[in-house]
């Protein structure tokens, strides 16, 4: 029983009945919309992978198209941008290295060809899933030169811990030099 500060004055039992049952109410109306939301949140995002819904097949990257070995690494786009090309592989990322100038708008497409991996630049806005199937489009600008590290973050086998590449970001002078067909990776330096 709920008592007040006057002595001897007590809360009659329908009282503290009525008022409970209200609350038991609202809070489960509440809950109710909440578990609704989520539902109604996460049916929706499934149907729909969080960055940009282009589907690939990925057991003929390799053949042809925008993902072919000869298409893959660093491409200067006709208004002075950049397209990086990569795949994810089991424990590996291919090409292992790209590379790009500074104060250039870089834009990664991605893909996998087999489990669902991470791709992630520290120290940039570029954080995001590469699924198979998929691509995944990300755009950041380096503002420094330097050797960027990208480690896979999601957790692919055995070999995860060895997925990594990098980006080489060089001055904006040197990079004409370094891709002069506008099409490049470090491998071919």
């Known amino acids: 029983m709920i008592q007040h500060d006057l002595p001897d004055a007590i809360v009659p039992k329908e009282v503290v009945a009525g008022t409970e049952k209200r609350w038991f109410i609202i809070m489960g109306a ?4 909440m578990m609704t939301v989520i539902v109604a949140t996460g049916v929706t995002n499934a149907l729909h992978p969080p960055s940009n819904v282009e589907t690939v097949d ?4 390799h053949l042809g198209g925008e993902f072919a070995e000869s298409n893959l690494g ?3 786009d006709p208004d002075g941008s950049l397209t990086v090309r990569l795949v994810a592989e089991q424990y590996m990322f291919v090409p292992s290295c790209t590379l790009v100038p500074v104060d250039t708008p870089v834009k990664f497409r991605l893909t996998s060809t087999d489990v669902i991996h991470g791709f992630l630049l520290p120290t940039t806005n570029v954080n995001t899933m590469v699924v198979p199937g998929f691509v995944a489009e990300v755009r950041t600008t380096f ?5 960027y590290n990208m480690p ?3 957790f692919c086998g055995d ?4 997925m ?17 067909l506008g099409r490049t ?3 071919k330096q």
């Open 164 to 180: 990594w590449a990098r980006v080489n970001v060089v001055p904006r002078e040197q990079f004409p030099k370094l891709a002069p």
């Open 159 to 162: 070999g995860h811990h060895g």
């Open 74 to 76: 660093t491409a200067v």
């Open 58 to 61: 990925p057991t003929t990257l």
């Open 152 to 154: 896979c973050d999601e």
């Open 143 to 147: 503002s420094r030169p330097g050797v």
């Open 185 to 187: 990776n470090c491998a």
């Open 30 to 33: 509440m809950l109710a919309v």
